[in-house]
């Protein structure tokens, strides 16, 4: 459940940052933002910094990223904002989305109030117009809320007062109840299947590929082990480059005058590394196992090459192997990464662009 909200509050986040493709909106960055008491800012704003604080007015939307973002004044439209810690003591006229590790909410949110924390408080004299929905380690929610409550944590307090529904999944975590044999055994058959089922749709659709990957992992294991290790650092590194050239962008956008281009750079970028981010965790958590599992199942039936049954029952039996050795107590996890990272880069060898061979020298 908790996951569920979670993922919810970052796809709602994504309509308040496309909102800035038909709004011109100012753009400013540094080590520290700051809208002093004296300013309006009459637009929408977007700012990134250690510390974005706005203590004077914004007539309009606040996009806010940083160590640490402080709505002390007011907004007039929402706040949508990713930093360590999100206090909100002002007035905000809109909702209030927030991925952050810290929240506190004093002041007054006059629609919905969204959040994603570690840790999150909604003091006694805060004020929410419309929802509170949440996935929280902890939650303290003392405030008034005019609508309903729904969340998720582990720690839920309520001091305060829910005028709608009030719907929180409370997990309390048990740390002395120890998983059953039956919980282990159902774990190992979802694995199992899960894995069987991933490997038997690429050896269906790429069959050609897929057994050249497995070959690869029996032929060169050290090279397909390397390649595996490069392949996770490259995939973050790509992540990283994707956040700063996104930032990038909209700075120089900003300072350019065309602000309305922003919310598009920004919905780009958290679109790409989205699309990376789960194309990698699909490869690594399904693939990459299903090919080792092939190869391994292969040398056991000294299969090589023949039918589509041949392959399937090799793919079988290997893939039984690898999740019974991934399950193993302590060395499971060392043996799954093994497993992962010679997959990985099994993958990686094959789909790299061939060399294209020079013609021989004649005579």
Request: overall charge neutral.
């Amino acid at each position: 459940m908790k996951g569920i909200v979670l993922l919810a509050v970052a796809l709602m986040t994504l309509p308040a940052a496309a909102q800035q493709t038909e709004l011109g909106g100012k753009v400013r960055s540094g080590q520290e933002v700051t809208i002093p008491a004296s300013e309006t800012v009459q637009g929408d704003l977007v700012a990134s910094a250690g510390t974005v604080r706005v203590e004077g007015r914004v007539d309009g939307d606040l996009v806010a990223s940083g160590g640490r973002v402080v709505v002390a004044g007011t907004v007039t439209g929402d706040v949508l904002a990713a930093a360590g810690t999100t206090t909100i003591s002002g007035d905000v006229g809109g909702d209030v989305r927030a991925a952050t590790g810290q929240a506190r909410i004093e002041g007054q949110v006059g629609e919905d109030l969204v959040l994603g924390a570690g840790q999150a408080t909604v003091t006694s004299g805060a004020e929410i117009g419309g929802d509170l929905v949440f996935g929280a380690g902890r939650m303290q929610m003392d405030g008034a809320v005019a609508g309903s409550v729904l969340g998720s944590s582990s720690g839920y307090t309520q001091g305060g007062s829910v005028a709608g529904s009030e719907r929180v999944n409370v997990r309390q975590p048990d740390g002395n109840q120890a998983p059953t044999l039956a919980d282990r055994t159902a774990d190992v058959v979802r694995r199992y299947v899960s894995v069987l089922v991933v490997g038997l749709l690429l050896l269906w659709l790429l069959p050609r590929f897929v057994r050249g990957a497995a070959d690869a992992v029996r032929g060169r294991p050290l090279v397909s082990l390397g390649v595996g290790a490069l392949g996770i650092i490259g995939v973050i590194v790509l992540l990283v480059l994707v956040v700063l050239a996104t930032v990038l962008v909209a700075v120089v956008l900003g300072l350019l005058g065309l602000g309305s281009l922003t919310g598009v750079t920004v919905f780009g970028g958290l679109l790409v590394a989205a699309i990376v981010v789960f194309l990698f965790l699909l490869v690594v958590a399904f693939g990459a196992q299903a090919i080792a599992g092939l190869a391994l199942g292969r040398l056991l039936l000294r299969a090589e090459g023949g039918s589509f049954l041949k392959a399937l029952g090799a793919l079988a039996i290997g893939v039984a192997v690898v999740v019974l050795l991934s399950a193993i107590p302590v060395a499971g996890g060392f043996l799954e990464a093994l497993v992962v990272l010679l997959g990985l880069g099994a993958l990686l060898l094959l789909a790299r662009p061939a060399r294209r061979r020079l013609p021989e020298p004649v005579g």
